[in-house]
């Protein structure tokens, strides 16, 4: 499970079930906000003192600079491996990062001795291609596990919005670029959501747990929270994850790529 380190779990779940049952994971901000390692072990004490834990998790570099400021990268590095070795995080990972940064930073950080533990990416039947695909398989071959975010196409997959009734804000502009095309999708999800008696978000859900990837879908209710898990417990079977990759590939508009993935 992912906070925002400005938020308190605690004020949600008991700290002893907390340690118990659940990994905090954070993502740390990348250059311009933070230059050295030693930002980084400072952004780290700050969340952990927020969230009144003793240790993160997993401590994540939110993106890579490639694109625009390659020479920061070994900075940002260093700083995982300073917070890792510290014992400020249980794990490092990253976030998008695309295939050939991914492997650069897991070469780098193995020669540090600190093993490169998740990398997530944005993944949903929605915005699943080929950069994407070899990510999966790069973390397969490394033993690197996927963390799916937008898993429901930021809530496009929930099946609450049509072309006539979308979400205020920026993604309105998104979703009437993409929905109109969804129809195939759509049919498959109720159709398979049906016969499983679960819901269209529970089964998109579960397409990305069918896919090796932890899914880390968005929740501002407690009944959302209760029916993502609905998603746990079962599995789809090879028919159904070939009938909703095939309507998928029939939608002639997919979400845009995340202008900080680099390849």
């Known amino acids: 499970m992912e906070f925002d380190s400005c938020v ?4 949600i779940i008991g700290q002893k079930r907390l340690q118990k049952d659940i990994v905090i994971a954070t993502k740390f901000a990348a250059y311009p906000w933070r230059l050295t390692p030693g930002q980084f072990l400072n952004a780290c004490n700050a969340s952990i003192d927020r969230m009144q834990i003793e240790q993160i998790g ?8 490639a694109n625009y400021a390659p020479l920061q990268e070994k900075a940002l590095w260093d700083g995982l491996v300073a917070m890792h070795d510290k014992g400020l995080v249980r794990a490092v990972g990253v976030s998008n ?3 050939k940064q991914l492997v650069k930073i897991y070469d780098y950080l193995k020669t540090r001795g600190v093993p490169l533990c998740t990398a997530q990416v944005q993944f949903s039947l929605l915005s699943v291609g080929e950069d994407q695909l070899e990510i999966k398989n790069i973390c397969d071959s490394l033993g690197i596990r996927l963390i799916a975010y937008s898993p429901l196409g930021l809530g496009m997959l929930t099946g609450k919005y049509t072309p006539s009734n979308l979400p205020r804000g920026p993604r309105a ?3 009437r670029q993409i929905l109109p095309g969804l129809d195939p999708l759509f049919s498959s999800l109720e159709e398979i959501a049906q016969k499983r008696s679960k819901t269209i978000p529970q089964v998109a859900i579960n ?7 932890i899914p880390i879908p968005g929740v501002k ?3 959302q929270a209760e029916e993502n898990l609905g998603a746990l417990g079962w599995r789809l079977s090879s028919q159904e994850l070939l009938q909703l990759e095939y309507a998928a590939r029939e939608s002639p508009q997919k979400m845009i790529q995340n202008i900080f993935q680099t390849r």
């Open 173 to 175: 502009f998104l979703f």
């Open 58 to 65: 997993i401590g994540q570099l939110h993106w890579s600079t």
């Open 97 to 99: 990062y695309g295939p």
């Open 8 to 11: 308190n779990p605690l004020n």
């Open 221 to 223: 209710t407690v009944k």
């Open 207 to 213: 397409w990305c747990i069918c896919k090796g990837t």
